[in-house]
T-cell receptor, first 114, second 114 residues
Framework: DAGVIQSPRHEVTEMGQEVTLRCKPI?????LFWYRQTMMRGLELLIY????????DSGMPEDRFSAKMPNASFSTLKIQPSEPRDSAVYFC????????????FGDGTRLSIL | AQSVTQLDSHVSVSEGTPVLLRCNYS??????LFWYVQHPNKGLQLLLK??????LVKGINGFEAEFKKSETSFHLTKPSAHMSDAAEYFC????????????FGTGTRLTVIP
């Protein structure tokens, strides 16, 4: 079991640049979640997908953020343009059968916007 | 409406002594309740889950939690702390269906003193 795989593990970029975070969920999992974790706000659910379809994106902070899931084994979270306040650790998680089922988390992408 | 409160932001225990991490929840439904652990630079890992079966739930690494409906609590315990238990712990509540039905506590940092 390879687990949820996120890339890159670390990203440092300048304000205004486009940032793309990637996630490969566990094979067979129908749900995929994107989270953001900061000291100030804790863990926030940004968006989640069921069978590649976005179900709830109410946690996406603003239009600069977008997420896609083109197939069952790949998802991206994009920030364009990036701002320093976007600096955080971004986690991807997947689960078998719903929001109220256990989730398996990746190790996160630590994003720093200068 | 659902919510979850972790009563302590930081708990310190000596190695070999019991651990108690407190969690209170509010839910309009019969909730699912989870405890996750996060080690430094890692994603969250499921410790245990309650879903209306036995009220005492046993998890990994010797942890357990008791669901007490009358007290709306789901406290996490372990008889004897190990150094490797030092981490951040999150209590999570979710409702059976619907969007925006997953709520994370703010976390409790457990320090284990040798």
């Amino acid at each position: 079991d390879a687990g949820v795989i996120q890339s890159p593990r670390h990203e440092v970029t300048e304000m205004g640049q486009e940032v793309t975070l990637r996630c490969k969920p566990i094979s067979g999992h129908d749900y995929l979640f994107w989270y953001r974790q900061t000291m100030m706000r804790g863990l926030e659910l940004l968006i989640y997908f069921n069978n590649n379809v976005p179900i709830d994106d109410s946690g996406m902070p603003e239009d600069r953020f977008s997420a896609k899931m083109p197939n069952a084994s790949f998802s991206t979270l994009k920030i364009q343009p990036s701002e320093p306040r976007d600096s955080a650790v971004y986690f991807c998680a997947s689960s078998l059968a719903g929001v109220n089922q256990p989730q398996h988390f990746g190790d996160g992408t630590r994003l720093s916007i200068l | 409406a659902q919510s979850v409160t972790q009563l302590d932001s930081h708990v310190s225990v000596s190695e070999g002594t019991p651990v108690l991490l407190r969690c209170n929840y509010s839910s309009s439904y019969s909730p699912s309740l989870f405890w996750y652990v996060q080690h430094p630079n890692k994603g969250l890992q499921l410790l245990l889950k309650y879903t209306s079966a036995a009220t005492l739930v046993k998890g990994i690494n010797g942890f357990e939690a008791e669901f007490k409906k009358s007290e709306t609590s789901f406290h996490l315990t372990k008889p004897s702390a190990h150094m490797s238990d030092a981490a951040e712990y999150f209590c999570v509540v979710s409702a059976p269906t619907g969007a925006n039905n997953l709520f994370f506590g703010t976390g409790t940092r457990l320090t284990v003193i040798p």
